[in-house]
Structures are given as C-alpha cells and as structure tokens.
C-alpha cells in the first residue's frame, strides 16, 4: 500500500523568498503524484500533477514539482511567494492499480510573513 | 471538471444521535470517495462508494458506524451513526476527474460537524 509523507508540518517564510516544501512517498508500483492546496475556509483544489511525461511540472501561479523517483520524492517549490500563498498544502499520490484511490499526506502549512 | 454540492454544510449534534450527509455531482462518475479531515489534521479516505454495489470500506472504518448509499450515479450519502465527541470533523466527498482530468479528484465544499 501507498503512503506519503510530508516532512515539515508548518513552513513560515518571508514575502518574496523562495520555499520548498517536502513530499515523500511509498509505493511498489507506479505512481501519479499530487499537491492539492487548501487557502483558509475554502474548499480543497487541485495544485499540480504529475502523472507521465516531464518530471517538472508547473502550476499557473508559479508553483513547480519535480517528481524523482530514485529518491521517492515530490517536492514543491516556489522561487517567489507572496502573502496569498498561505494555505495548506497536500502531497497526495494514487498509485497506477489502485483504482483511482488517493492517499494524503498530513499536509504542510505554509504561512508567508510581510 | 465536476460540480460537488453537500447537505448539510454544517451541524451540531448531540451524542448518540446519527446524521446523513448528502454529496451530489453535476454529472455521472463511477467512483465516489468519502473522507474525514479532522482538526488541523489531513484526510483520511473513509470509503470508496461504486454504484450497485456495497462500498469499500479502509481499514479502521466500518459500514455499521459509517453506512453509506450510492442509488445513482449523481448521488451519495453517508451516514455517522451513533455520533460521539471523536466523530467531530469535516467530511468531504470527492470525485475523479475521469477522462477530462485523470486522476485528479474533485472534492465538495464539505460538511462540518460538531458532536457535543
């Protein structure tokens, strides 16, 4: 069975400083891989996604992820954040057999500071 | 992507009592997932609901104390039976994308709960 693992429970950084938040997973078999976000009292919304193709993937505001697999790894990053991007963050990952079931982790959150 | 609405968005309930959450999609889906977030904590995928035929429970949750219906293809409810104070939480429901967007799950705007 799949599992994931976010290292940093709570991230605070400052305004237009670069982050990084960290995701590692299990799995045995092939997996797409998932960063939903969750902004405070809104719903959660789909972030970034790798499923094939290109390691690094982006998001519209100018997150990135790149998946390793030889390091079972998904981190996101962002070279720049602003006040907005606080929010919790959810490294998810659904393994190729699993029949679409998603397994999240305990989710980072990310407070940036003016 | 898939429209999610949930009933009730929010309750309080006194223990022992049961409440029926209502998920409805604006279109067909197969699957249907149910999770709990409980407080400042991630989510725990409850069950898997598939119409006609019994949902498929995780490890730890069970369909006495969490029953759920799946009639149609629009349309699920799950039910907290027998609520204590440990049962307060967020439920969401939750869909995936199917064709459109592979793998990625849509989730409703879910349905927060307080057992006194």
């Known amino acids: 069975a799949q599992s994931v693992t976010q290292l940093d429970s709570q991230v605070p950084v400052f305004e237009e400083a670069p982050v990084e938040l960290r995701c590692n997973y299990s799995?045995?078999?092939?997996?797409?891989l998932f960063w939903y976000v969750q902004y405070p009292n809104q719903g959660l919304q789909l972030l970034l996604k790798?499923?094939?193709?290109?390691?690094l993937v982006e998001s519209i505001n100018g997150f990135e992820a790149e998946f390793n697999k030889s390091q079972t790894s998904f981190h996101l990053r962002k070279p720049s954040v602003h006040i907005s991007d606080t929010a919790e963050y959810f490294c998810a990952v659904s393994e190729s057999t699993g029949g679409f079931k998603t397994i999240f982790g305990a989710g980072t959150r990310l407070f940036v500071k003016a | 992507s898939a429209v999610i609405s949930q009933k009730p968005s929010r309750d309080i309930c006194q223990r022992g009592t049961s409440l029926t959450i209502q998920c409805q999609v604006d279109s067909q889906v197969t699957m249907m997932f149910w999770y709990r977030q409980q407080p400042g904590q991630s989510l725990t995928l409850i069950a898997t609901a598939n119409q006609g035929s019994e949902a498929t429970y995780e490890s730890g949750f069970v369909i006495d104390k969490f029953p759920i219906s799946r009639p149609n293809l629009t349309f699920s409810t799950l039910t907290v039976s027998n609520m204590s104070p440990e049962d307060s939480s967020i439920y969401l429901c939750?869909?995936?994308?199917?064709?459109?967007?592979?793998?990625?799950?849509?989730f409703g705007p879910g349905t927060r709960l307080t057992v006194l």
């Open positions: 790798y499923l094939s193709g290109s390691t």
């Open positions: 799995s045995s078999v092939s997996v797409y």
């Open positions: 939750s869909v995936e994308g199917r064709t459109e967007a592979p793998f990625e799950q849509f």
